[in-house]
């Protein structure tokens, strides 16, 4: 079973900049696909972004594209969504997601097999 812990979720002005984690169970990090979900109030869970097994791949969403990136440590066994010049609709739960299978330009954002609990980001306007 994987388990994945996510933090550094927190409030922000817009403009600002938050770095969140998600700690891994086992050697995740280096042998699964990793992705960012978020779901803010009253919406359905969208796509942030995402990082292919071997961490060569990255995908975005379009709405956080040239502002959030997203990184790996297996050494740590950990991912990494630096988010930048965050804005008020960035306001959501941010979860970590593990993939077994390989992903690929058309389903990065979908088939993820294992959830974070989630953390919450706020950007005030």
């Known amino acids: 079973q994987v388990q994945l812990v996510e933090s550094g979720g927190g409030s922000v002005q817009a403009g600002g900049s938050l770095r969140l984690s998600c700690a891994a169970s086992?050697?995740?990090?280096?042998?699964?696909?990793m992705g960012w979900f978020r779901q803010a109030p009253g919406k359905e869970r969208e796509f942030v972004a995402a990082?292919?097994?071997?961490?060569?791949?990255?995908y975005y969403a379009d709405s956080v594209k040239g502002r959030f990136t997203i990184s790996r440590d297996g050494a740590k066994n950990t991912v990494y969504l630096q988010m930048n010049s965050l804005k008020p609709e960035d306001t959501a739960v941010y979860y970590c997601?593990?993939?077994?299978?390989?992903?690929?330009?058309?389903?990065?954002?979908?088939?993820?097999?294992?959830w974070g609990q989630g953390t919450q980001v706020t950007v005030s306007s």
């Open positions: 990082i292919s097994k071997i961490g060569i791949s990255t």
């Open positions: 997601a593990a993939r077994s299978r390989y992903i690929s330009n058309s389903d990065y954002y979908t088939n993820y097999d294992y």
């Open positions: 086992r050697r995740t990090v280096s042998t699964y696909a």
